[in-house]
């Protein structure tokens, strides 16, 4: 029986990196197939973090736009004027005004 263990303990030396490959394996379907922390999860995710991203920019350049609308507004009378004839279709006696409708 001595020369049987021999043989398995000289197996599991020279197989040393078997132990290894079991446990690499486990974590990576660990990974995958995790619900917490699944790659399929955390790709979503960050598509979700890039669109928010995107609509945070698209909203800070509208506010940065109206901003210096009402800044041009409160600053010149002359630009509050136009955008009161835009707005309620008004014209001045010498004007012709065209309104032009898009879908």
Known sequence: MGSRLKKINF????KSHLP???IGSL???VLFFN???SLA???KYEKEINKL???IKEC???AAYYRQQREAILHDSEDLE???RERFHMQRPTEDVFLLYYK
């Open 53 to 55: 991203t995107l609509q």
């Open 60 to 62: 800070r350049d509208s």
């Open 11 to 14: 197996w599991l030396r020279r």
């Open 82 to 84: 136009h955008l009161a």
């Open 20 to 22: 290894l490959v079991l």
């Open 35 to 37: 619900d917490e922390t």
């Open 27 to 29: 974590v990576v379907l």
């Open 41 to 43: 999860l955390n790709m």
